[in-house]
């Protein structure tokens, strides 16, 4: 079993900055890509970013130059400092990997629990 626990959630002000955390525990091989989606009210999950186990990064247009991810490989951890921040960020936010839980077995995506994000004055 894999468990992915996310953190860092909150209430800020626009403008405000918010850093997220999920680390990921249980059976863990390896892990491939690490990332983050957000789902606000009455929305489809969408993704945020991601990067690979070697650190190579994507985000998606609305968040570009705002918010930054990275990863610590030792301590299975996935990180989003989220700066500047807009009403439009408030969301749902869910950390996502692709963890091979043995040499031979498939890679397979596991879920974070999903951490509030509040921007509001």
């Known amino acids: 079993q894999v468990q992915l626990v996310g953190s860092g959630g909150g209430l800020v002000q626009p403008g405000g900055s918010l850093r997220l955390s999920c680390a990921a525990s249980?059976?863990?091989?390896?892990?491939?890509?690490m990332g983050w989606y957000r789902q606000a009210p009455g929305k489809s999950r969408e993704w945020v970013t991601s990067i690979t186990a070697d650190g190579n990064t994507n985000y998606a247009d609305s968040v570009k130059g705002r918010f930054t991810i990275s990863r610590d490989n030792a301590k299975n951890t996935v990180y989003l400092q989220m700066n500047t921040l807009k009403p439009e960020d408030s969301a749902v936010y869910y950390c996502?990997?692709?963890?091979?839980?043995?040499?031979?077995?498939?890679?397979?995506?596991?879920w974070g629990q999903g951490t509030q994000v509040t921007v509001s004055s």
């Open positions: 996502n990997a692709d963890v091979r839980t043995s040499a031979w077995g498939p890679t397979r995506g596991y």
């Open positions: 249980g059976s863990i091989f390896s892990i491939r890509d």
